[in-house]
């Protein structure tokens, strides 16, 4: 059995990653309401070509997912819409895949690493620490949130 292992998006799982989306009230904000085809949706989050999805994987079966949004010439990279299946959470794959992306980013290379997680999302925001990541200053998650549709919690990446 091939163990876990970060693989690009192929585009074979939309309906798992929305159905992971919807089952948290921190993500299912992430599926425009009446979306109905979850390849669409995944469509729609990869219309940007720095856009990156990629999938967490235990032997052949998806069990995470999240994108890189790279911003080369702002030498910066934002992990975004990071879900894991609802029946395996708990179990360290958030942070697993948090880590894995942020291998990637670094190999591109970019120097900063982001995140931004809803403000009452304890757990992710624990997982996310347990990954190397930390909060902003207050006022950098300002200016981050300026034209935002919430105030969420930002944090990037402190290399060890």
Known sequence: MVGPRLVPYDGACAREVVAWCAASPYSREWVRAGATDPDAVLAGWHTDPDIT??????????????E??????????ELAHLV????????????????????VARAIPVS???LRVHPDNDV??????TAGFVPVSADDE???NAGQPASYRWMRHEPS
Request: negative net charge; glycine residues 8%; proline residues 4%.
């Open 53 to 66: 999805g990629h999938l967490w994987v235990r032997g052949d079966l998806p069990v995470a997912y999240g």
């Open 68 to 77: 890189l949004w790279v911003e080369e010439d702002e030498d910066e990279a």
């Open 84 to 103: 894991v299946d609802p029946a395996l959470r708990r179990q360290g794959l958030g942070r697993a895949l948090a880590t894995e992306l942020v291998t």
């Open 112 to 114: 900063n690493l982001f």
């Open 124 to 129: 992710a925001i624990a997982c996310y620490a």
């Open 142 to 144: 300002a200016t981050f």
